[in-house]
T-cell receptor, first 115, second 118 residues
Framework: GAGVSQTPSNKVTEKGKYVELRCDPI?????LYWYRQSLGQGPEFLIY????????DSGLPNDRFFAVRPEGSVSTLKIQRTERGDSAVYLC?????????????FGPGTRLTVL | AQKITQTQPGMFVQEKEAVTLDCTYD???????LFWYKQPSSGEMIFLIY??????QNATEGRYSLNFQKARKSANLVISASQLGDSAMYFC???????????????FGKGTKLSVIP
């Protein structure tokens, strides 16, 4: 079946603009995660959804970042008033169950560049 | 807080040889899961192998095996019979807790860049 998809694959924006990044998880996966990967680093956790609700948003760096998953499937990561430091690859992952040996499957990521 | 340490920024291996990528972890929770992911230049994170803290045997998946030494808090990835397509970044990650309440977020190391030489 289809894997996790993310759109757009690349996004270039200007400082101060608003951006939305979309994630379409594997069908039937109830858990969805957003990570951010800066150059030369491993991914860092941003937010986790179980169904429609954000079960853990402790990784969001500040209140400019917000994410939704209104119907328990597709999720959108929203960044307001973008800053150059927001430039990174934003990865989305999904899993069928949260816990145990449950594996997170990642999408190809969205490369965000803030000029 | 959980921490993953990968001390090898880069590794080289001859094609068809075996290679070990190091990973040490730090957690005070007795229940955790350890994962290895491969990230080719295309950017997608590909799951390779998983080891639970209570698993009695080391995990194996085809050419990948995990050398799990609980007392040393290490979870090294062994790739046997390296292929040119194995050239990529490799990330070790941990999830705490293993099960029950929690967000199940993964904590990643900084990665090791593996280059396979023909």
């Amino acid at each position: 079946g289809a894997g996790v998809s993310q759109t757009p694959s690349n996004k270039v924006t200007e400082k101060g603009k608003y951006v939305e990044l979309r994630c379409d998880p594997i069908s039937g996966h109830t858990a969805l995660y957003w990570y951010r990967q800066s150059l030369g680093q491993g991914p860092e956790f941003l937010i986790y959804f179980q169904g429609t609700g954000a079960a853990d948003d402790s990784g969001l760096p500040n209140d400019r970042f917000f994410a939704v998953r209104p119907e328990g499937s597709v999720s959108t990561l929203k960044i307001q008033r973008t800053e150059r430091g927001d430039s990174a690859v934003y990865l989305c992952a999904s899993s069928s169950l949260a816990g145990g040996s449950d594996t997170q499957y990642f999408g190809p990521g969205t490369r965000l560049t803030v000029l | 807080a959980q921490k993953i340490t990968q001390t090898q920024p880069g590794m080289f291996v001859q094609e068809k040889e075996a290679v070990t990528l190091d990973c040490t972890y730090d957690t005070s929770d007795p229940s955790y899961g350890l994962f290895w992911y491969k990230q080719p230049s295309s950017g997608e994170m590909i799951f390779l192998i998983y080891q639970g803290s209570y698993d009695q045997q080391n995990a194996t998946e085809g050419r990948y095996s995990l050398n799990f030494q609980k007392a040393r808090k290490s979870a090294n990835l062994v790739i046997s019979a390296s292929q040119l397509g194995d050239s990529a970044m490799y990330f070790c990650a941990m999830r705490v807790p293993y099960s029950g309440a929690g967000s199940y977020q993964l904590t990643f190391g900084k990665g090791t860049k593996l280059s396979v030489i023909p």
